[in-house]
């Protein structure tokens, strides 16, 4: 699985757009790259995924580049309640029956 | 629809003593994956299983084990338990297609003293 490489942690003011970027620059041609949250003393959340270009729904925007080699992680205007773990995961390993590998995430910090 | 439930939330144990964790997937889902979460962390893969049989294995020592039952709700064994266990231990079901879109449960956290 590919390995990869984000911010440890990110600082942020309520209302603004906040964009992590993840390099993942073994990306396998069947991987699809994958967003978690995680609130403290909660389990990770699945927030979006995608294969190329542009992904976006309710929570969050998913930019993806021609080469596939980093993803960016978008969350419009964001509020104190944004304040989690980010998690960027890339394939699963389907012969260790869906292995998920997590690396250490970038903790996002929004202030009032 | 419920989510993934686990319990207990919280466990204390001494060091030696053995622990059981227990998990309900999302209904419909088949796949049951455990994980460990140290503090500071990202969670770290143990097993997972499908259709009660265990389809991957993390590097974990045998001391860990677990099972899934018919209805798919599945429980993680820790024997021998040491202050390293100490973790949040976190259940996800997913759909066997999409393996990469998981549901976790909101963890059980045990304390070992």
């Known amino acids: 699985l590919a390995k990869t490489t984000q911010p440890i942690s990110m600082d942020s003011y309520e209302g603004q757009e906040v964009n992590i970027t993840c390099s993942h620059n073994?990306?396998?041609?069947?991987?699809?790259i994958t967003w978690y949250q995680q609130f403290p003393s909660q389990g990770p959340r699945f927030i979006i995924q995608?294969?190329?270009t542009k992904v976006t729904n309710e929570v969050a925007s998913l930019f993806i580049p021609a080469d596939r080699k980093s993803s960016t992680l978008s969350l419009p205007r964001v509020s104190l309640s944004d304040t989690a773990v980010y998690y960027c995961?890339?394939?699963?390993?389907?012969?260790?029956?869906?292995?998920?590998?997590f690396g250490q995430g970038t903790e996002l910090s929004v202030k009032p | 629809d419920a989510g993934v439930t686990q319990s207990p939330t919280h466990l204390i144990k001494t060091r030696g003593q053995h622990v059981t964790l227990r998990c309900s997937p999302i209904?419909?889902?088949?796949?049951v994956s455990w994980y460990q979460q140290v503090l500071g962390q990202g969670p770290q893969f143990i097993f997972q299983?499908?259709?009660?049989?265990?389809?991957g294995r993390g590097n974990f020592p045998d001391r860990f084990s677990a099972r899934q039952f018919p209805n798919y709700s599945s429980e993680l064994n820790v024997n021998a338990l040491l202050l390293g266990d100490s973790a949040l231990y976190l259940c996800?079901?997913?759909?066997?297609?999409?393996?990469?879109?998981?549901?976790f449960g909101p963890g059980t956290r045990l304390t070992v003293t």
């Open positions: 995608g294969y190329k």
């Open positions: 209904s419909g889902h088949k796949s």
């Open positions: 996800a079901s997913g759909d066997s297609g999409r393996l990469d879109e998981q549901y």
């Open positions: 073994n990306i396998a041609t069947n991987d699809y």
């Open positions: 995961l890339v394939g699963v390993s389907y012969n260790q029956g869906g292995k998920l590998i």
């Open positions: 299983y499908y259709e009660k049989e265990e389809r």
